[in-house]
T-cell receptor, first 117, second 109 residues
């Protein structure tokens, strides 16, 4: 079945450690996204990528890094510079339609809950 | 000013009620518009896309006013199962997908 897979579902990190969250999609979508959601809050955009080997910062990129070496993969690293990383992280993908065209819906993975211990 | 703004609610309504949610967006170059539904501790799922001419899907009606940069969602004959957070979503130029903070709906029997 086509979809987006995030792993792990739960992740515990010690203070000062870097951790990498996995996001893989087999929908052949060009665009991929990472969001952070805190309890009772909306989704805030961390990074997004329109195409392989290209990505842009979202609204809260500080303390995070990404790569897009393959179309189907968009891993997110939460670095030790992120002071408050405990949150629900969601990855999404959508079709890239270029300038002026309507975009299709975004599909989400089931999320990773990161906790700093 | 936030890129996408919604009334956070909560909206507490009885079963069978009609409820309307509103959303405004700041980027006039935005290209696509959606309503998503998110249940507690789950990922968001598409409820419906929003088209300029307005569109309906069963009990749900979405409207878009590009001149006013305003999006709405109307839910008729509310069911208990409609209780969730409703997210207004805007695709800006360059495929930047921006979410509103969400509106909480609680339908009570």
């Amino acid at each position: 079945d086509g979809g987006i897979t995030q792993s792990p579902k739960y992740l515990f990190r010690k203070e000062g450690q870097n951790v990498t969250l996995s996001c893989e999609q087999n929908l052949n979508h060009d665009a991929m996204y990472w969001y952070r959601q805190d309890p009772g809050q909306g989704l805030r955009l961390i990074y997004y990528s329109q195409i392989v080997n290209d990505f842009q910062k979202g609204d809260i990129a500080e303390g995070y890094s990404v790569s897009r070496e393959k179309k189907e993969s968009f891993p997110l690293t939460v670095t030790s510079a992120q002071k408050n990383p405990t949150a629900f992280y969601l990855c999404a993908s959508s079709d890239y339609t270029g300038t002026g065209g309507p975009s299709t819906e975004a599909f989400f993975g089931q999320g990773t809950r990161l906790t700093v211990v | 000013r936030k890129e996408v703004e919604q009334d956070p609610g909560p909206f507490n309504v009885p079963e069978g009620a009609t409820v309307a949610f509103n959303c405004t967006y700041s980027n006039s170059a935005s290209q696509s518009f959606f309503w998503y539904r998110q249940d507690c501790r789950k990922e968001p799922k598409l409820l419906m896309s929003v088209y300029s001419s307005g569109n309906e899907d069963g009990r749900f009606t979405a409207q878009l006013n590009r001149a006013s940069q305003y999006i709405s969602l109307l839910i008729r004959d509310s069911k208990l199962s409609d209780s969730a957070t409703y997210l207004c979503v805007v695709m800006e130029y360059g495929n930047k997908l921006v979410f509103g903070a969400g509106t909480i709906l609680r339908v009570k029997s």
